[in-house]
């Protein structure tokens, strides 16, 4: 309960941050790119979520690894991800991200491992389990296994609401 | 002439010898000819020997300068562009809710050679401001950016980091500058840290040419007016105390000539300095020379540069020196033995001072620059981590995985920066835990002092990252690095992959398993008769008591059942390799691995099921900060996340009732297995908790016998790591049907009349119950047992 507080308490934190006028946190360099929230469909994304357990240092990585992907900057991405991922081994949503980078990098192998690392930590967290079951769906479409991603899609995506 | 004769004629290139007997030949035929005309007077002829005598000297020694010129200008040019490759350490990651009080943070800050300073006046200095910390970081290129210097302030609440504000607000993560763990040098295999001119500070160049060569800006690499004024001086103090030689015959010195004391040699170094001189600008030449010049010893360590002589002796950045610390080091270049601050500080003290008056003369620095200077002690500093950290056996392994991406050449071009996954406070715990335990264990045993050798091992248990690698007990000496080269049996090591074989065959860890006596009649070769360590047979047993307590026949019974080829599939797709040892006996272990693989082995049960072959390269930049290549985190699942869980709880029962009990750490949410091999010769321990695995060893390098077991061996080193480093206690991933069976027995229990053990169950209604603890079975279920369901 307390570690959802806190998550809580970083989320909006982050969001008052993000907004005009409050300094924004960030990463290393004074004057870097803000963070900013992602506001792509929730399906796509897994982090910054209020219920999330990642740390503002961690939530500032995955920002700047987003960036670098809209960049197309992979490598990059990847770096800040594990960076992360040193920091947090164990939160299952970094590693979804981190297979995410990879897939987009066109690293299938990566990608799958980083999934099946993902569905293992996210251990009875349903939501976490979904995205990462999600995660390897589309890998595994991207592999050619359609069929199976559909399977999965339809298995995982029912509990969404 | 005579003396330097002979090796013009050895040196000279084969091309003028050639050329040489071919004139000799026409030489001999005109001569015929001549014969035959008429007799030429002698005078004549000895005029003719002259011309032609003097014409082959001048070819002579015209090639042989062509020779020298090629020598030195290829090593000039070889040594000033090969920058070495530079090796990182993971830098310290800071954000808030990191545990780190402000103690460590200062030693960390510390080891970087950041100084405290009231006014943080530069890059690399910090101050405390009641509990924070302000920092004025230095500028840094990372692998995914540049970052400029800046200044932070840490604020620390209950040992950890509360926040971190920095010029333009609150900031969410920083690092340290990661530390400088070494170097590889691809020509002449040496460490050093490569400057250019432009890092080089002002103060070291001006003293420099006060202190050493007055007229290098002047001469031509060879200065009569300077020997003559050394000779003037030394005449006059009746000591040594300059030399003739220019910065250029130093540096030539420095790169390939002996110290003999010959002509020849003189001559030699004078002849290449006044060609270096003629070939490369004066700041090419100052700059090789601060880059190069010999420095000091650190036990096998040279040295070289004032890059690393900074480092060595101040612990700082050559930018950060005061000018009565660069007095220091041109102090120390005349005689880096007679004027070694450490053993003779009152020589190298009186001749600091010295230089200080001198710079002062040559108005290089103020009175008050003087004065404060003066006043200052020597202040090297003879902390372990001076001269950067310098970690040899970790930087073996950082080397063999280069091998196996790039080829030599490849690492040879210039400035490559290597980040690396080294954390240098656990590799010194760990060096510290291991030096200092196999003293007290020779101690104990009275075992003769420096038998005994060792290895460990640390890594993230996510990522397979090495945090720490001892080769040996003395951690700064160059040697046999046991934890990537010693090969030895495992022994009990190696029972959980029978074990997680047994379960993925449907057995539990609650299963009967028989400890008694076993002979195995191979198709070839003597039957096999193994033996428990006690040599008692215990009967029959819950597997995870057989697990616990390392029964051989327990093994062996559980092994045959399942099948060898089986169980060596499955070491086969947790290793990476196949087994060597095709027979039974490989069910105890004997099968001979290095720490490192074990600690591979063990990173499939650490991590839950996913073989992450252990790494030390994180990446390699380029020299202009692009990364040539990066080394993602490498991991495959083999082991279903279910059967992970239950062999981790059984290794977590190996520590709290087994073999692992004696650690003061056993209940505390670890697991491990202890391993020995046959008559103690080899002594193993792997363990690990949330956070992070680790395999130790201990034995001889005459693979002598020990008489140590993984207990009382390994584990006192991997007790002794763990102190320092605390334990972060294994979460156990949801597990259904987790059931409490006696340890002893198997029997379902109660911890109120048995002595238990929880682990997860298939079908627990199966399980038979102790009597007396009041639980009781679903009639349905027995009735269905009674009739074999």
Same mark, same amino acid.
């Given at each position: 309960?307390?570690?959802?507080?806190?998550?809580? +308490?970083?989320?909006?934190?982050?969001?008052?941050?993000?907004?005009?006028?409050?300094?924004?946190?960030?990463?290393?360099?004074?004057?870097?790119?803000?963070?900013?929230?992602?506001?792509?469909?929730?399906?796509?994304?897994?982090?910054?979520?209020?219920?999330t357990?990642?740390s503002?240092?961690?939530?500032?990585?995955?920002t700047?690894?987003?960036?670098?992907?809209?960049?197309?900057?992979?490598?990059?991405?990847?770096a800040?991800?594990?960076?992360?991922?040193?920091?947090?081994?164990?939160?299952?949503?970094?590693?979804?991200?981190?297979?995410?980078?990879?897939?987009?990098?066109?690293?299938?192998?990566?990608?799958?491992?980083?999934?099946?690392?993902?569905?293992?930590?996210? +251990? #009875?967290?349903?939501?976490?389990?979904?995205?990462?079951?999600?995660?390897?769906?589309?890998?595994?479409?991207?592999?050619?296994?359609?069929?199976?991603?559909?399977?999965?899609r339809?298995?995982?995506?029912? +509990?969404?609401? | 002439?005579?003396?330097?004769?002979?090796?013009?004629?050895?040196?000279?290139?084969?091309?003028?010898?050639?050329?040489?007997?071919?004139?000799?030949?026409?030489?001999s035929?005109?001569?015929?000819?001549?014969?035959?005309?008429?007799?030429p007077?002698?005078?004549?002829?000895?005029?003719?020997?002259?011309?032609?005598?003097?014409?082959?000297?001048?070819?002579?020694?015209?090639?042989?300068?062509?020779?020298?010129?090629?020598?030195?200008?290829?090593?000039?040019?070889?040594?000033?562009?090969?920058?070495?490759?530079q090796?990182?350490?993971?830098?310290?990651?800071?954000?808030?809710?990191?545990?780190?009080?402000?103690?460590?943070?200062?030693?960390?800050?510390?080891?970087?050679?950041? $100084?405290?300073?009231?006014?943080?006046?530069?890059?690399?200095?910090?101050?405390?401001?009641?509990?924070?910390?302000?920092?004025?970081?230095?500028?840094?290129?990372?692998?995914?950016?540049?970052?400029?210097?800046?200044?932070?302030?840490?604020?620390?609440?209950?040992?950890?980091?509360?926040?971190?504000?920095?010029?333009?607000?609150?900031?969410?993560?920083?690092?340290?500058?990661?530390?400088?763990?070494?170097?590889?040098?691809?020509?002449?295999?040496?460490?050093?840290?490569v400057?250019?001119?432009?890092?080089?500070?002002?103060?070291?160049?001006a003293?420099?040419?006060?202190?050493?060569?007055?007229?290098?800006?002047?001469?031509?690499?060879?200065?009569?007016?300077?020997?003559?004024?050394?000779?003037?001086?030394?005449?006059?103090?009746?000591?040594?105390?300059?030399?003739?030689?220019?910065?250029?015959?130093?540096?030539?010195?420095?790169?390939?000539?002996?110290?003999?004391?010959?002509?020849?040699?003189?001559?030699?170094?004078?002849?290449?300095?006044?060609?270096?001189?003629?070939?490369?600008?004066?700041?090419?030449?100052?700059?090789?020379?601060?880059n190069?010049?010999?420095?000091?010893?650190?036990?096998?360590?040279?040295?070289?540069?004032?890059g690393?002589?900074?480092?060595?002796?101040?612990n700082?950045?050559?930018?950060?020196?005061?000018?009565?610390?660069?007095?220091?080091?041109?102090?120390i270049?005349?005689?880096?033995?007679?004027?070694?601050?450490?053993?003779?500080?009152?020589?190298?003290?009186?001749?600091r001072?010295?230089?200080?008056?001198?710079?002062?003369?040559?108005?290089?620095?103020?009175?008050? $620059?003087?004065?404060?200077g003066?006043?200052?002690?020597?202040?090297?500093?003879?902390?372990?981590?001076? +001269?950067?950290?310098?970690?040899?056996?970790?930087?073996?392994?950082?080397?063999?995985?280069?091998?196996?991406?790039?080829?030599?050449?490849?690492?040879?071009?210039?400035?490559?920066?290597?980040?690396?996954?080294?954390?240098p406070?656990?590799?010194?715990?760990?060096? $510290?835990?291991? #030096?200092?335990?196999?003293?007290?264990?020779?101690?104990?045993?009275?075992?003769?002092?420096?038998?005994?050798?060792?290895?460990?091992?640390?890594?993230?248990?996510?990522?397979?990252?090495?945090?720490?690698?001892?080769?040996?007990?003395?951690?700064?000496?160059?040697?046999?690095?046991?934890a990537?080269?010693?090969?030895?049996?495992?022994?009990?090591?190696?029972?959980?992959?029978?074990?997680?074989?047994?379960?993925?065959?449907g057995?539990?860890?609650?299963?009967?398993?028989?400890?008694?006596?076993?002979?195995?009649?191979?198709?070839?070769?003597?039957?096999?008769?193994?033996?428990?360590?006690?040599?008692?047979?215990?009967g029959?047993?819950?597997?995870?008591?057989?697990?616990?307590?390392?029964?051989?026949?327990?093994?062996?019974?559980?092994?045959?059942?399942?099948?060898?080829?089986?169980?060596?599939?499955?070491?086969?797709?947790?290793?990476?390799?196949?087994?060597?040892?095709?027979?039974?006996?490989?069910?105890?272990?004997?099968?001979?691995?290095?720490p490192?693989?074990?600690?591979?082995?063990?990173?499939?049960?650490?991590?839950?099921?996913?073989?992450?072959?252990?790494?030390?390269?994180?990446?390699?930049?380029?020299?202009?900060?692009?990364?040539?290549?990066?080394?993602?985190?490498?991991?495959?699942?083999?082991?279903d996340?279910?059967?992970?869980?239950?062999?981790?709880?059984?290794?977590?029962?190996?520590?709290?009732?087994?073999?692992?009990?004696?650690?003061?750490?056993?209940?505390?949410?670890?697991?491990?297995?202890?391993?020995?091999?046959?008559?103690?010769?080899?002594?193993?321990f792997?363990?690990?908790?949330?956070?992070?695995?680790?395999?130790v060893?201990?034995?001889?390098?005459?693979? $002598?016998?020990?008489?140590?077991?993984?207990?009382?061996?390994?584990?006192?080193?991997?007790?002794?790591?763990?102190?320092?480093?605390?334990?972060d206690?294994?979460?156990?991933?949801?597990?259904?049907?987790?059931?409490?069976?006696?340890?002893?027995?198997?029997?379902?229990?109660?911890?109120?009349?048995?002595?238990?053990?929880?682990?997860?169950?298939?079908?627990?209604?199966?399980?038979?119950?102790?009597?007396?603890?009041?639980?009781?079975?679903?009639?349905?279920?027995?009735?269905r047992?009674?009739?074999?369901?």
């Amino acid at each position: 309960m307390l570690r959802l507080c806190l998550a809580l +308490g970083f989320a909006l934190l982050l969001t008052a941050c993000a907004s005009p006028g409050g300094p924004p946190p960030v990463v290393e360099e004074s004057g870097q790119a803000p963070i900013e929230r992602d506001t792509r469909d929730p399906e796509g994304s897994s982090v910054d979520r209020e219920s999330t357990d990642t740390s503002s240092a961690t939530l500032a990585l995955v920002t700047e690894a987003r960036s670098a992907s809209a960049a197309r900057n992979h490598a990059n991405a990847v770096a800040y991800l594990e960076r992360a991922v040193r920091i947090e081994p164990r939160n299952a949503e970094l590693w979804i991200e981190l297979s995410a980078a990879h897939l987009k990098n066109g690293n299938l192998a990566a990608a799958n491992q980083h999934a099946r690392k993902a569905i293992a930590l996210a +251990g #009875s967290n349903e939501r976490l389990g979904r995205l990462a079951w999600l995660q390897l769906a589309d890998i595994r479409e991207a592999e050619g296994s359609s069929a199976e991603a559909s399977a999965i899609r339809r298995r995982y995506r029912t +509990g969404e609401g | 002439m005579p003396e330097y004769a002979a090796p013009i004629t050895e040196l000279r290139p084969l091309a003028a010898r050639k050329a040489k007997s071919k004139r000799a030949a026409t030489k001999s035929a005109a001569t015929r000819r001549s014969t035959k005309n008429k007799r030429p007077s002698v005078w004549l002829r000895i005029a003719k020997f002259g011309a032609l005598a003097s014409v082959l000297g001048a070819l002579g020694v015209l090639g042989y300068l062509v020779y020298l010129d090629r020598t030195i200008t290829k090593t000039f040019e070889g040594r000033r562009w090969s920058v070495p490759a530079q090796v990182y350490a993971q830098p310290l990651e800071l954000h808030a809710g990191a545990s780190l009080d402000r103690r460590r943070l200062q030693i960390e800050l510390e080891r970087l050679g950041y $100084q405290q300073h009231a006014n943080l006046p530069t890059p690399g200095t910090f101050k405390r401001r009641g509990e924070d910390l302000e920092i004025y970081l230095r500028s840094f290129q990372f692998m995914e950016r540049s970052r400029s210097a800046q200044r932070i302030t840490v604020a620390f609440r209950n040992a950890h980091i509360a926040g971190i504000s920095g010029e333009a607000g609150d900031v969410a993560l920083i690092r340290l500058d990661p530390a400088l763990i070494g170097s590889f040098f691809p020509s002449h295999g040496e460490d050093r840290v490569v400057l250019t001119p432009e890092e080089v500070p002002h103060l070291l160049v001006a003293g420099l040419k006060a202190i050493e060569d007055r007229n290098f800006d002047q001469h031509i690499g060879f200065s009569l007016r300077g020997i003559a004024r050394a000779f003037l001086v030394n005449l006059r103090s009746g000591e040594r105390r300059q030399g003739g030689s220019t910065l250029t015959q130093q540096l030539v010195k420095s790169y390939f000539l002996d110290n003999s004391r010959t002509i020849e040699r003189k001559l030699k170094e004078v002849a290449m300095a006044v060609i270096l001189d003629w070939r490369f600008s004066k700041e090419d030449l100052l700059t090789a020379y601060v880059n190069e010049i010999f420095l000091g010893q650190n036990g096998a360590r040279a040295i070289h540069g004032f890059g690393l002589g900074a480092q060595f002796y101040f612990n700082k950045h050559l930018s950060e020196l005061d000018p009565d610390e660069i007095a220091t080091l041109i102090a120390i270049i005349r005689g880096p033995s007679f004027y070694n601050p450490f053993r003779h500080p009152e020589r190298a003290l009186e001749r600091r001072d010295r230089i200080l008056n001198t710079f002062h003369n040559d108005g290089l620095i103020d009175t008050a $620059q003087l004065e404060q200077g003066l006043a200052q002690p020597l202040g090297v500093v003879a902390s372990p981590t001076s +001269g950067g950290a310098y970690y040899p056996a970790f930087m073996d392994r950082v080397r063999q995985e280069l091998r196996t991406l790039y080829d030599p050449e490849a690492l040879e071009s210039q400035g490559l920066r290597i980040f690396t996954t080294i954390k240098p406070t656990v590799q010194e715990a760990t060096q $510290q835990a291991v #030096s200092d335990t196999l003293a007290q264990i020779e101690a104990d045993r009275r075992i003769e002092g420096g038998a005994l050798q060792a290895a460990a091992i640390v890594a993230d248990s996510q990522t397979g990252e090495i945090h720490a690698l001892v080769g040996g007990r003395k951690g700064r000496v160059d040697g046999f690095n046991r934890a990537l080269n010693a090969s030895r049996p495992v022994g009990s090591l190696i029972k959980p992959v029978v074990y997680l074989s047994a379960i993925e065959s449907g057995l539990h860890l609650g299963s009967t398993v028989h400890d008694e006596p076993v002979t195995i009649e191979p198709e070839f070769g003597e039957p096999w008769t193994p033996k428990n360590f006690d040599d008692e047979f215990h009967g029959d047993m819950p597997m995870v008591r057989a697990l616990a307590q390392s029964l051989n026949l327990a093994t062996v019974n559980v092994g045959m059942q399942v099948g060898l080829d089986l169980i060596q599939q499955r070491f086969r797709t947790l290793v990476g390799h196949d087994p060597d040892n095709p027979y039974p006996s490989f069910l105890l272990g004997a099968e001979s691995l290095s720490p490192l693989k074990t600690l591979e082995l063990y990173g499939n049960f650490a991590s839950g099921g996913f073989r992450t072959p252990p790494k030390a390269v994180i990446a390699v930049l380029d020299e202009s900060g692009r990364a040539i290549s990066q080394h993602p985190f490498a991991l495959e699942q083999t082991i279903d996340a279910r059967h992970a869980a239950t062999i981790n709880r059984a290794l977590e029962i190996v520590m709290a009732k087994g073999t692992g009990r004696s650690s003061p750490y056993a209940r505390q949410g670890v697991a491990g297995k202890t391993g020995t091999s046959n008559d103690n010769r080899d002594s193993w321990f792997a363990g690990f908790d949330n956070s992070a695995v680790s395999v130790v060893w201990i034995g001889r390098d005459d693979n $002598q016998i020990t008489g140590l077991t993984g207990a009382s061996g390994a584990l006192r080193i991997w007790n002794a790591m763990t102190a320092t480093r605390g334990i972060d206690p294994l979460v156990h991933p949801p597990s259904e049907q987790l059931v409490d069976i006696e340890f002893t027995t198997g029997l379902r229990a109660r911890a109120s009349c048995a002595d238990i053990v929880t682990v997860p169950v298939p079908d627990t209604e199966r399980l038979d119950i102790k009597p007396g603890c009041g639980i009781k079975n679903r009639l349905g279920n027995r009735v269905r047992r009674w009739f074999g369901g």
